[in-house]
């Protein structure tokens, strides 16, 4: 095998299950240790991964200034900044980090709520500046300009003077055995700061940004109370799956099966809007309300499978028992094929998914 092709090949293998073991490679593309090595540090040099002990993991997506990030995936943004606002109803003092998808959220934060709201953001407070009843305060620091956040001794400092109910965290990458990283090392302690500041942690994340890994560690996901894309998308799925096939008993069995796995070994819980869905869902006697219906329906499915679809089936297919694998596979193709914009896909993507189903 030729060096372009045995690189191209931990690369196809890299997208496809999400991460490389070197000594995996040394035996199944018969090179040496050392051959492994240089082409991952060679990857690793142009871009193409991030080096981690061990192996490799996809590099979070290239770093682009604030306002140009604006017009990246605004309708995603839009989603999950939606999504999250349910869940910051009681928090009377939130931490808002920056981020195009932290304005988000702050452009829709309801008039009539009366909050206190701390940020590191500039624009996020000017988005606010206007709200007639959350009073707002800007931490100070060093001006990262690119990511329009402050940083440094002092920001980190006064969040050190803080009890929040709720901090809505910005993610450059997620991956769930290093969990959220940083490009920056500043933004690292800040991040961290928020989160040991804050009763519970909401990270908001675009499908672009999942199981991609930076050099600077923020925290593992055990630290979040609720992990947007990840966790409301994949249970919301899984209840949906549950409910079309009938709720029979073999159905109810796998879905319990796929629970206990998806909680005790994965630490991924429903949030709490989904706990008394799931109640009501599992009670085969018990007709869904017209709320409670609406409520499965209003999770979009690109919370977990936006972008790089067949990526993230395949992620959690070994977690998922072969009935609800089917009717994700079934799922994810029928969205593929209803809504192209909404859930972009390559032919190749759509092709292998349903394969899944061959």
Known sequence: MLTAERR??????????????????????????????????????????LRVHGGALPPAPSTESFAQRLSVASEAKAHLAEAALPLLETANVLLLDGGTTALELARRLPPDRDCTVLTNSPPVAQALAAHPRAEIVLIGGRLLKDAQVT??????????????????????????????????????????????????????????????????????????????????????????????VGRQADALAAYRTAREHLVEELGVEPGPRLRGLEQSIL????????????????????????????????????????????????????????????????????????DMLS
Request: aromatic content about 4%; some cysteine.
């Open 283 to 354: 009670d085969q006697d018990r007709q869904l309300s017209v709320r409670e219906m609406a409520l499965l329906q209003g999770f979009p499915p690109t919370y977990v499978f936006e972008g790089r679809l067949t990526a993230r089936y395949n992620q959690i297919g070994d977690a998922v028992p072969p009935l609800i694998s089917r009717l994700l596979a079934e799922h994810i193709v029928s969205m593929m094929q209803k809504d192209s914009k909404t859930y972009p896909h390559s032919e190749q993507e759509e092709a292998r998914t349903a």
């Open 8 to 49: 191209q090949s931990i690369l196809s293998r890299l997208e496809r299950e999400g991460k490389v073991v070197a000594s995996q490679l040394v035996v199944e593309l018969g090179v040496s240790e050392d051959t492994v090595r240089r082409d991952l540090r060679e990857l690793a040099a142009g871009g193409h991964l």
């Open 151 to 244: 940083v440094g001794p002092a920001t980190v400092d006064a969040l050190r003077q803080v009890r929040a109910d709720a901090c809505v965290l910005g993610i450059c990458s997620l991956h769930p055995e290093v969990g959220v990283t940083v490009s920056h090392q500043e933004e690292a302690h800040v991040k961290r700061a928020m989160v040991e500041a804050s009763a519970e942690v909401i990270a908001l994340a675009t499908a672009d940004k999942l199981h991609t890994a930076s050099p600077w560690v923020v925290g593992p996901l055990t630290e979040l109370t609720a992990s947007h894309p990840f966790r409301e998308g994949l249970w919301a799925l899984l209840m949906t799956a549950l409910y079309r």
